[in-house]
């Protein structure tokens, strides 16, 4: 992942360190956010970097429920050295009701770390060929592994009638007979394969680019029209959004009581730079915190299961991704991402490494969550 250099906010006002920041486009070639292309993607199904030894059924559970997650994100973050020339740090979520009740929790996430040398057994020392639909084909099935239909994990039990299909579960089998596989198992035509978005979320490229910072004290300009169809699209959608400056927002925060909260303060003026934001990558540095409650203390961030070494800092994902998620369940203010400060190889090909939610403060203890703040206060306006 390249680094940016610090720029000035201003004489004599402590720099401001740009961080890389990450954002959703379509890719209509979806075949390029496959394997061999070293991509950044969320949803769909992941795009394994090491083909043959991937997580097992049991890695993949949630830990508050015992059943499957499900592929959220994929962040391509290579590091200087030989070991690291390709590496992956993947992100999963359990998207049950019950499971994502709890605040400030991360008993429903789990995140693995991949990676490899430049010389495997798996891809060209080459970089890709971009415009090679070929090299889409370079996939786990090669590698004699089995995928879950649904989910696009390793997938351990076969459908026992037509042996066409692989499952992670009987959780993901028993749905996918009740909904296709039933009509399916006896054509004589059926080959099997992935389902295409059944269970998981919309698909995306997830590009990079370096953060912009205004110099002094300039302002980042807001088309008023723009913001406020925005913030309607919040509301309605009932999610944390952009949290832009508007005086809709302003009269929102003037009720509430995060006009003291200064993380919160500081996260929304930064994030008001490049409102559309859905990652920061800051690998050694500090996530931008949504609130001053629930702020991990570095002290409470477990160690590197596998060299026993400390964790650091390496990527958050923002709540304007929940905007694009088309998921009415799942809420978080931030999902902060640290890893082995080593990277080391130890473990297993899919190490798991740390995440913790923190979500956005509330007036009390069981106080709805600010996007059902944003929700209730769109319907109190229609009233």
Not at 261 to 277: G, S
């Amino acid at each position: 992942m390249p680094k940016s250099k610090g720029s000035s906010s201003g004489a004599g006002a402590p720099a401001e360190k740009p961080v890389e920041l990450g954002f959703i486009e379509e890719e209509s070639d979806y075949w390029k956010l496959s394997s061999a292309f070293f991509i950044s993607k969320v949803g769909g199904h992941p795009a394994w970097l090491n083909l043959k030894d991937l997580p097992t059924t049991a890695d993949m559970k949630c830990t508050s429920c015992d059943l499957p997650t499900q592929f959220l994100m994929q962040v391509y973050a290579p590091l200087d050295e030989a070991e690291t020339f390709h590496r992956v740090i993947f992100v999963f979520i359990c998207s049950r009701k019950r499971c994502c009740v709890e605040r400030n929790s991360n008993k429903n996430l789990l995140v693995f770390r991949c990676q490899l040398p430049r010389d495997n057994d798996f891809y060209s020392r080459e970089p890709p060929n971009q415009n090679d639909k070929e090299l889409a084909k370079i996939r786990p099935e090669k590698f004699g592994v089995t995928l879950c239909r649904m989910c696009g994990c390793q997938g351990g039990m076969n459908c026992s009638a037509c042996k066409k299909v692989s499952y992670c579960s009987k959780d993901h089998q028993q749905f996918d007979w009740k909904m296709f596989h039933k009509k399916e198992c006896t054509n004589p035509d059926f080959k099997g394969g992935l389902h295409d978005e059944l269970i998981g979320f919309q698909e995306f490229e997830l590009v990079m680019d370096t953060e912009v910072i205004p110099k002094g004290n300039a302002k980042k300009k807001i088309d008023e029209k723009s913001q406020l169809e925005e913030y309607k699209k919040l509301v309605a959608e009932g999610k944390a959004g952009s949290l832009d400056d508007s005086e809709v927002s302003k009269d929102m925060l003037e009720a509430s009581s995060y006009k003291s909260d200064k993380a919160f303060n500081k996260f929304k003026k930064r994030v008001a730079y490049q409102p559309d934001q859905v990652l920061r990558y800051d690998r050694g540095g500090e996530p931008l915190w949504v609130s001053s409650e629930k702020i991990i203390e570095k002290s409470a961030i477990p160690p590197c299961p596998y060299c026993k070494g400390p964790r650091v800092f390496e990527f958050q994902v923002m709540p304007q991704l929940l905007n694009d998620l088309g998921n009415e369940v799942i809420d978080w203010g931030t999902l902060a991402v640290y890893t082995c400060v080593k990277s080391c190889n130890s473990g297993p090909a899919y190490k798991a490494e740390f995440i913790w939610q923190q979500d956005f403060k509330v007036d009390d203890e069981d106080g709805p969550t600010i996007s059902k703040k944003m929700k209730n206060m769109s319907l109190a306006d229609e009233d």
